[in-house]
């Protein structure tokens, strides 16, 4: 394995002395920058932890871990890590990723001020990316060397490169268990179940075992709101509620009332493209 050394100093220059106008986006343990390594001829995304944050660096070492054995055309690709100190001496811990221009699902879902995307995605992009995740956690959990459980499948983790192809990235709370019985390795078992409200199944809010069945419950969810267009934390949702519910009460019969509004003109115009969208929502019920 090769991975390219990379310095403080490159990556200072790399991102404009990690610049606002190259912040890409901030995370629960570090800020995310798009950087320029010239020495490489390479664009790529600078993670950097921000050190502070009780569990930052055990997050960037279990990400090491996790994405060193790891390679699928669905996952981010790590270039490097650069474990180091800065410029006042201060401890610095950084990841640099392969750059994925057209940003994460999040953003494509959902656009920040207003709810509208910039382009909406059509039904067979949505599909495209359902199938690159699906892809990408049955590597994880079943053909990689150990099984990885990924823990915190979101939009926002689920990048899209140049050709609108999904890569699933941020394995910082991933547990790598050492056998198919699913014995957690040592140096990630002590890491509480984190997750995003939302996202992780209710058992593990009540303390439950950690399974690849999670990461299942995940996708669904993500494919329910990759076909509602509406977020699990939708406040429409707070009065008991869920996204669940809101679409398994109209399945399958009047699914038109929960699908996307910009994939409504898709589905009326032809009953295949109706009857997907059934097979679709079951995959996703099916799931949670």
């Known amino acids: 394995e090769h991975f390219p050394k990379v310095s403080y100093n490159d990556l200072v220059e790399a991102t404009k002395n990690f610049s606002g106008s190259n912040l890409l986006g901030k995370g629960s343990y570090g800020t995310v920058y798009e950087g320029n390594l010239v020495q490489h001829k390479l664009e790529v995304a600078v993670k950097v932890f921000n050190l502070e944050m009780q569990g930052a660096e055990r997050s960037f070492m279990s990400e090491c871990e996790a994405l060193r054995s790891v390679q699928h055309r669905n996952l981010v690709s790590i270039i490097t890590a650069c474990s180091t100190v800065d410029s006042d001496g201060r401890a610095f811990r950084a990841l640099i990723y392969e750059f994925m221009p057209k940003g994460n699902l999040d953003t494509c879902l959902h656009h920040k001020g207003d709810g509208k995307a910039d382009k909406h995605l059509t039904l067979t992009q949505r ?63 002590s890491i509480g179940v984190k997750g995003t409200i939302g996202y992780i199944p209710p058992e593990y809010g009540g303390g439950g075992r950690i399974s690849t069945s999670g990461d299942v419950y995940s996708f669904g969810i993500v494919l329910l709101e990759m076909l509602t267009g509406k977020r699990p934390t939708d406040p429409m949702f707070m009065d008991g509620s869920d996204i669940v ?39 996703a019920l099916s799931c949670t």
């Open 127 to 189: 599909i495209g990316i359902a199938v690159n995740i699906a892809d990408a956690l049955d590597y994880l959990h079943n053909d990689s060397e150990n099984p990885i459980i990924h823990c915190d499948l979101k939009p926002s983790n689920i990048l899209l490169d140049e050709d609108m192809v999904a890569h699933l990235g941020d394995f910082g709370i991933a547990r790598i268990f050492l056998d198919s019985g699913l014995r957690p390795a040592s140096s990630t078992s």
């Open 245 to 283: 519910n809101f679409v398994g009460n109209k399945f399958p019969h009047q699914i038109h009332e929960v699908i996307d509004i910009y994939l409504k003109g898709e589905c009326e115009s032809e009953d295949s493209v109706h009857q997907c969208l059934v097979s679709l929502l079951q995959v």
